[in-house]
């Protein structure tokens, strides 16, 4: 059961009154004067921890120096001999591996919830009109001990993917936090995606998904930037010495591949290395990965960090609430889960990151045509009798309940904490081993990459462009992005797209040859007016913590290109290994795993042969046939850089760039006029209140007079809660961070600007019986100055029983 505590997330109750943004831009508050405090006692800890230890390496490291040749001293002794000195003295914990510094922390990054095009499925008619769960970026730091400016940041953000500009704000509000800061920059910064379709778009970098936006949001690109910051601060102040550890789990019914005709075309004997059993075909990967964070000083665990692949479209494409989709529910039970568990810290964070997603969908009953003929869709290219795609739906386990997806949603997340709790429980994860923590970010540039194939053959990749069946969708969210569609009609052409259709080029003939077999609908990787359409300068990064190796993918890698970049790194850092773990210990088997959409959006990744079948997938394959190639190409050139001994790859400085549009992007999203009330009225009043009695299971509904909720994102706060009353006073127990309790927004007058707000609680069986009411928290915004003025409004109590007498 919810108390008040645990309605705000991680953050320390008294940080929670101050204002996100005040607490990132006013150097002065009492909370920046209390974090530098605790910094200072960090370091304090640090210095003493060290005046210990060093002693203890000196000798250790003297010992080795004196038992091996030079070299071989090099490349073992540095993490190893003093890690193993550590575990083998201090600490009983040698079978919990290596120690680490770690660190978690979570943020709010909720922006706009209303009035603003959803990210994902590229329909400009669905706005956002209301709040089903806050967003949140979860940060995992990982350092060596030994060598704390050795450290890696990964990112599991609620969005749609990572993106250029989005990281460039998180890595350059980073440097302003000061010297504390400096470790922290494009090498070791992985900002991923969970690739949910239920978030507020307009903060992407380039131009293509801007068009369905109607351009940039500044207020949503900031919530996202500020609250990934603020995430990596708190993960970054709680940094203390722990250990990992690491093991898969099975996970069925969550994913299925949504282009299984693609997948067919990869070699028989590829697939059947794959195919296990009629539930575990091989067609996508069942199987997810979880990492454990467990702090030293007390044991508690403090987070975990889990892989697995399935699309964040169980929340459809008529669905116009903002929410996680299922990997944010996942997150939201396993940190709920573990709320006052006596193993479990305080402040405990769930990253449930994406992995090789392209090819696989959360819609697990398959792919129907909704044109009451009840035949699936097409299995070569998902259209229906009509020939078209778009009435081609993929349903959800719960798909008949007339809820936009929002219960398969639930399902599917459920599906993926269930095991992942499980395996956190038992003793199936294995300790993490060898001090070392490394990692590489290059800016590779895919326009004319010219590379030898490990047969020998030369290829190519070339600028980045789209194919015909881009514009057709998927049986997630068919054909919204079909821009001829939008040619003629007012209600759905985009502002954006009217001003640059023009600019569309036809492409030359070396790149139609280039792309082959692709048919080129759209050349965005030649058009640079008004700015780029894609990107061409790509993000390749690699993270590793002993024998865990992260690749941080910029694409959705389809389940079959997922696993060739992974095995490919995979016997690269056997390799690797069997020089960093030295001869004497026993050789550490890699474990590799596959993190994205990240950084940057560069749409699909799909092996050579799904590429040949130009379904979406390989239609949105940017940059050619041999992109994926070209991907493992890039990272096996830089993997080097993650040996024990290795040095610090090149700085960036001297490299190459993509650009930054923040500032440039074009913007037609309209801000808020003015928020008013009909006569007599005032804001927040009831305009239609609750019932009496409700049974545990039922809807709780309330309206209130209400103003648009774009005047304030209130970060780290809430629209709406549930009170209950407990021994004379009213509780907080439900925010609008809780899937059950929705906030709906509606524009009643567009003129004098009447909104209503109508707060939902879906009493959950588990719901304790007792007195409760609804509280609404408003911001309106007055025509004359554009002041803006919080308020808040109040249901009539409440009482909810188990059960109604039949009387
Ligand atoms: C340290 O631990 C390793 C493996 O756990 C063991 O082989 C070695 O003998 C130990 N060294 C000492 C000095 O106890
Ligand atoms: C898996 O193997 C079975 C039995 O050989 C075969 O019928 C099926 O098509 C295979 N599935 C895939 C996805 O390759
Ligand atoms: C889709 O596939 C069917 C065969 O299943 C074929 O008859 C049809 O022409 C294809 N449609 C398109 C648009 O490619
Ligand atoms: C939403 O879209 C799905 C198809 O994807 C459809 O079955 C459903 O009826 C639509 N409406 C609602 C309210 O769920
Ligand atoms: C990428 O390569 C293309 C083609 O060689 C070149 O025109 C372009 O300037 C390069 N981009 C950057 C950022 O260097
Ligand atoms: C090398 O592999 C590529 C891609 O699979 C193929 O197109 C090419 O024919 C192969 N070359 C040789 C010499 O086998
Ligand atoms: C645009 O929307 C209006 C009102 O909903 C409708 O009457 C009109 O037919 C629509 N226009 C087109 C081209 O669909
Ligand atoms: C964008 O503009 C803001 C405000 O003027 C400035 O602080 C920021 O540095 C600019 N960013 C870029 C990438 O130019
Ligand atoms: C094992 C598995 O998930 N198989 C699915 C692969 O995809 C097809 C078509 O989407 C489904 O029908 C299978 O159930």
Same mark, same amino acid.
């Given at each position: 059961m919810d108390s008040e505590e645990d309605t705000y997330g991680p953050s320390k109750p008294e940080d929670r009154l101050l204002d996100h943004e005040e607490c990132l831009k006013d150097g002065n508050t009492r909370l920046e004067e209390r974090r530098a405090l605790r910094t200072k006692y960090n370091r304090f800890k640090f210095w003493v921890?060290? =005046?210990?230890? =060093?002693?203890?390496?000196?000798? =250790?490291?003297?010992?080795?120096?004196? &038992? /091996?040749?030079e070299r071989i001293y090099k490349w073992t002794c540095e993490g190893q001999c003093w890690s193993n000195g550590v575990t083998n003295g201090t600490h009983e914990a040698s079978s919990a591996g290596d120690q680490y510094l770690l660190g978690v922390g979570k943020a709010d990054i909720t922006g706009p919830v209303v009035e603003i095009n959803l990210m994902g499925y590229a329909d400009p008619k669905q706005l956002g009109t209301g709040l089903r769960q806050r967003l949140y970026s979860r940060a995992f730091i990982v350092g060596n001990v030994d060598r704390p400016e050795d450290r890696f940041v990964y990112l599991v953000v609620d969005t749609q993917s990572g993106d250029t500009a989005v990281r460039y704000g998180i890595i350059n509000a980073l440097k302003e936090l000061g010297p504390d800061y400096a470790a922290y920059g494009h090498h070791n910064v992985a900002v991923t995606g969970t690739h949910s379709h239920a978030g507020p778009g307009g903060w992407?970098?380039? *131009? *293509?998904?801007q068009i369905t936006s109607k351009g940039f949001d500044r207020q949503g690109y900031h919530a996202i930037v500020d609250g990934a910051v603020l995430s990596i601060k708190r993960a970054h102040e709680s940094l203390q010495p722990g250990y990992l550890s690491i093991g898969t789990t099975k996970v069925l019914g969550a994913n299925i591949?949504?282009? &299984?005709?693609?997948?067919?075309?990869?070699?028989?004997e590829e697939r059947a290395r794959?195919? @296990?059993?009629? $539930?575990?075909?091989?067609? @996508? $990967?069942? #199987? /997810?990965?979880l990492l454990k964070f467990q702090r030293a000083s007390d044991g508690k665990n403090i987070g975990i960090l889990t892989w697995f692949p399935t699309h964040g479209t169980s929340m459809l494409g008529n669905n116009t609430l903002i929410a996680g989709d299922n990997k944010g529910v996942a997150a939201y039970l396993f940190e709920k889960s573990v709320k006052g568990?006596?193993?479990?810290a305080e402040g405990f964070v769930a990253g449930f990151s994406q992995a090789n997603v392209g090819d696989t969908s959360p819609n697990v009953l398959g792919a129907w045509c909704e044109d009451g003929s009840g035949e699936m869709c097409s299995f070569e290219n998902s259209t229906c009798s009509d020939g078209k795609s778009q009435q081609c739906h993929a349903r959800g386990p719960y798909f008949r309940a007339k809820d936009n997806g929002a219960s398969s949603c639930f399902e599917i997340g459920r599906r993926q904490f269930e095991p992942a709790r499980a395996l956190y429980d038992s003793q199936n994860t294995k300790p993490v081993k060898g001090g070392w923590v490394k990692s590489f970010h290059t800016f590779h540039n895919m326009s004319d990459f010219t590379f030898q194939l490990p047969n020998g053959t030369v290829v190519r990749t070339c600028p980045a462009a789209l194919g015909y069946s881009f514009a057709a969708g998927t049986s997630d969210g068919p054909g919204a992005f079909d821009f001829t569609q939008h040619d003629g009609n007012e209600n759905t052409t985009s502002p954006v797209w009217k001003l640059v259709r023009g600019l569309l080029k036809a492409p030359s003939e070396e790149q139609k040859a280039c792309h082959s077999p692709k048919p080129i609908l759209m050349d965005v990787g030649e058009m640079y007016n008004p700015y780029q359409w894609t990107p061409n300068v790509v993000d390749v990064q690699v993270f590793r913590v002993g024998q865990l190796v992260i690749v941080v993918s910029p694409g959705e890698a389809s389940t079959m290109a997922g696993r060739r970049w992974k095995e490919n790194v995979r016997d690269a850092s056997a390799a690797m290994f069997r020089h960093d773990y030295g001869p004497s210990t026993e050789a550490l088997e890699p474990v590799v795993v596959l993190g994205g959409p990240a950084n940057s959006y560069t749409h699909y990744i799909t092996t050579q042969e799904e590429y040949g079948i130009q379904r979406y997938e390989g239609a949105s394959t940017l940059y050619g046939p041999h992109t994926l190639a070209a991907y493992i190409k890039v990272t096996l050139a830089n993997l080097p850089y993650l040996a024990a001994s290795a040095a610090n790859p090149p700085d960036h400085k001297d490299g190459i760039f993509p650009p930054d549009n923040s500032n440039r992007s074009l913007s037609f999203v309209p801000g808020v006029v003015m928020d008013g009330t009909p006569l007599f009225k005032k804001f927040g009043d009831v305009v239609e209140d609750v019932d009496k009695v409700y049974q545990r299971g039922a809807e709780v509904r309330v309206k209130f007079v209400g103003a648009n909720p774009r005047n304030n994102l209130r970060l780290e706060q809430t629209y709406a809660a549930v009170e209950m /009353? #407990?021994?004379? $006073? %009213?509780?907080?127990?439900?925010? #609008?961070? #809780? %899937?059950? =309790?929705v906030f709906n927004w509606k524009r009643t007058n567009e003129i004098f600007g009447h909104s209503e707000v109508e707060i939902v609680w879906e009493t959950e069986e588990w719901a304790e019986p007792g007195m409760y009411r609804i509280r609404y928290y408003g911001d309106a915004k007055s025509l004359v100055g554009g002041k803006i003025t919080p308020f808040e409004g109040v249901s009539e109590v409440f009482t909810v029983v188990t059960a109604l007498r039949k009387d």
């Open positions: 921890l060290g =005046l210990i230890l =060093l002693p203890s390496i000196f000798i =250790l490291l003297h010992s080795c120096k004196g &038992l /091996m040749p992407l970098n380039y *131009l *293509l998904p591949n949504r282009s &299984l005709f693609a997948y067919l075309a990869n070699p028989a794959y195919n @296990v059993s009629a $539930e575990d075909d091989g067609s @996508v $990967e069942k #199987d /997810m990965t568990v006596d193993n479990a /009353m #407990d021994q004379y $006073e %009213w509780k907080t127990v439900r925010d #609008d961070s #809780d %899937w059950s =309790l």
